[in-house]
């Protein structure tokens, strides 16, 4: 089991930056997909990045080129660096580890939250 305490979050204006950290507890953090996640009032949770234990990565469309995620295994934290931050990029911001099994069982983690708000 795996838990998970973000920080860096807060109020920015747009065009600006924040980087988000996630520390993880726990070994194997290594084995773990860790993702960031977020949602924004009255709308669902949206997978926003997402990097593997290896350090491959993956974002949606409307962050790319903007967020950059990263992973220190070492260190067992994961970071996401927001730049050129835009109002809709506003939201409460989830860390989120994923353990999956050669069975195919999928184990998520999650952490608690932090609130990011674009606005002038």
């Known amino acids: 089991q795996v838990q998970l305490v973000e920080s860096g979050g807060g109020l920015v204006q747009p065009g600006g930056s924040l980087r988000l950290s996630c520390a993880a507890s726990?070994?194997?953090?290594?084995?773990?997909?860790m993702s960031w996640y977020r949602q924004a009032p009255g709308k669902q949770r949206e997978l926003v990045a997402t990097?593997?234990?290896?350090?491959?990565?993956n974002y949606v469309d409307s962050v790319k080129g903007r967020f950059t995620i990263s992973r220190d295994n070492a260190k067992n934290t994961v970071s996401l660096q927001m730049n050129i931050l835009k109002p809709e990029d506003s939201g409460v911001y989830y860390c989120?580890?994923?353990?999956?099994?050669?069975?195919?069982?999928?184990?998520?983690?999650w952490g608690q939250g932090t609130q990011v708000t674009v606005s002038s």
């Open positions: 990097v593997t234990g290896g350090g491959n990565t």
């Open positions: 989120n580890a994923l353990l999956i099994r050669l069975s195919g069982d999928r184990f998520p983690y």
């Open positions: 726990g070994s194997t953090f290594s084995s773990y997909v």
